[in-house]
C-alpha cells in the first residue's frame, strides 16, 4: 500500500471523527481499508511460511502443514519431491 493510500485513509478517519463521511467518502474508506487488511494479511501469511521451527537438540519440528506449504514454495530446501524434507 502507498504512502497516499495511508495518508488518505488516515484523512478520511479524521473527517470521519470532526464532521462525517458523504456516502462516498464511506466506501472509498472502507475499500482503502480492505485494501490495508488484505495487505497486512499477505504480509504476516509470507512472514510465518517462511519460519522454521527447531528444538534446543537442533531438531526440525515445523508442523506438517507448514512444511507442506515450504515444499510447495521451495523454502527452506523443502521439495515436494522428498516428503522427508
Known sequence: MTP??????????KK????GLTPEEAVE?????????EGYRRSVRHHIEGIKIVDEEGNDVTPEKLRQVQREKGLHGRSLDDPNS
Open 4 to 13: 497516499e493510500k495511508i495518508a488518505r485513509i488516515n484523512e478520511l478517519a
Open 29 to 37: 474508506q472502507a475499500e482503502l481499508r480492505e485494501e490495508y487488511i
Open 16 to 19: 470521519k471523527k470532526e464532521v
